[in-house]
């Protein structure tokens, strides 16, 4: 069973930073971010919780979708940046939209995570009869986790969210998810830590391999994130391709997780696919994390660039380190 996207929706905030105005908080310049990373300008909250952002685009979808929202059986967010560490994401767009009939919960994959969760949204709505529609929302606050003294890191980032409404069909599916937790401490964001007032003695066997580091700040290793990510995308689309004996030139898009120009290079010369099969759109939105995928997606139908009967081929990767992809028909 696959499934069909029946409508989808995006949001990204008002302000907008461009290069030099990084200035402000780092040594850098718009030619070394340029040349370096592909990005341009990119979207930053300035007062929208993700949450709201999340909300926006579930709507718009919705909306796309001609769907009543008691009829959405489940709700997942796919958020690596969540206002709060409980209730979920999920709960509160649940709510807003008015999916009175939903379940509702929040999947982590980090910059994969819309991978993971059509995936996942397939697999509930194979299992479950009297399931009609699955809303997956992608919603990202980088900048709330950015390091703002960091130069190689906090100009890779944007905000934004994007959102599908999926139901089941019979067009063609396949996916491959994958993680390699060797790599967790690459790319990595504290959350908790004991309370000082119980803290005890760590046995001296106990390794914490992940850098020490400032609460809720973002670490990246970028060299060995970016050799990770010219394996993972490629391979991605290979897992995925394999099962159902699909070629790159039955594709008729490839939709990469947005990080850097020069990782989707590597990547499309590496399948042996030309650029202008590359949806892009990180020179205006950054890396929104698992947000880039579906804003892209959604900027190719928009545009009408992607048209129905299509084949798609969504390839992710990023903190975990996860990566996956998914193969489908539009
Ligand atoms: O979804 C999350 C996935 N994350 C990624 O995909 C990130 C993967 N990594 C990358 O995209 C790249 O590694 C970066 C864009 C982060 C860095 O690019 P790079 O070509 O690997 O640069 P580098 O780290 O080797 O740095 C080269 C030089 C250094 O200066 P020195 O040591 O040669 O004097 C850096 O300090 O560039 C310097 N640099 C900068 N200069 C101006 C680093 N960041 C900046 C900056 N502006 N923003």
């Known amino acids: 069973m696959g499934i069909n996207i029946l409508g989808m929706g995006s949001y990204v905030p008002e302000q907008k930073l461009k290069n030099d105005d990084f200035i402000r908080f780092v040594e850098t310049n718009d030619e070394w971010i340029r040349t370096r990373t592909g990005i341009v300008e990119r979207p930053m909250a300035g007062w929208e919780p993700t949450w709201y952002m999340g909300c926006q685009a579930a709507k ?3 909306s796309a979708a001609g769907i ?42 980090a910059c994969t995570g819309f991978v993971y969760a059509l995936d996942t ?12 529609y699955t809303l997956i929302v992608a919603n990202e606050s980088l900048s709330k986790f950015l390091d703002f003294t960091d130069r190689g890191s906090c100009i890779l980032f944007g905000d934004g969210a994007a959102a599908a409404i999926v139901e089941k069909s019979d067009k063609l599916f396949s996916s491959a998810l994958r993680s390699d937790g060797s790599g967790a401490g690459l790319l990595c964001a504290r959350a908790l830590n004991t309370a000082e007032e119980i ?23 970028g060299k060995e994130v970016y050799k990770f990510a010219t394996q993972a995308l490629p391979k991605s689309f290979e897992l995925a391709a394999e099962k159902k004996g699909i ?15 020069r990782i989707i290079e590597t990547a499309a010369k590496k399948l042996g696919v030309s650029m202008d099969r590359f949806i892009v759109t990180l020179d205006h939105y950054g890396n929104t994390s698992s947000a880039s995928i579906p804003l892209a997606l959604n900027e190719g139908i928009e545009k009408g660039l992607i048209k129905r009967g299509q084949k798609l081929a969504l390839i992710g990767f990023g903190a975990g380190l996860t990566y996956g992809g998914i193969i489908l028909e539009y």
Not at 210 to 219: A, I, Q, T, V, Y
Request: charged residues 25%.
């Open 199 to 221: 803290r005890t003695e760590a046995p001296a066997d106990f390794k914490d391999s992940f850098p020490e580091l400032r609460l809720h700040k973002l670490f990246q290793n």
């Open 60 to 62: 718009k979808a919705i």
């Open 121 to 132: 949204a397939r697999r509930f709505l194979e299992t479950d009869d009297e399931m009609k």
């Open 247 to 261: 070629t790159k030139d039955d594709i008729d898009w490839f939709i990469p997780h947005q990080a850097n120009i």
């Open 68 to 109: 009543d929202p008691a009829d959405i059986g489940l709700v997942i967010s796919c958020c690596a940046t969540a206002d709060f560490h409980t209730p979920s994401m999920a709960s509160i767009i649940q709510n807003d939209v008015g999916a009175a009939n939903a379940g509702a919960f929040d999947l982590n994959a």
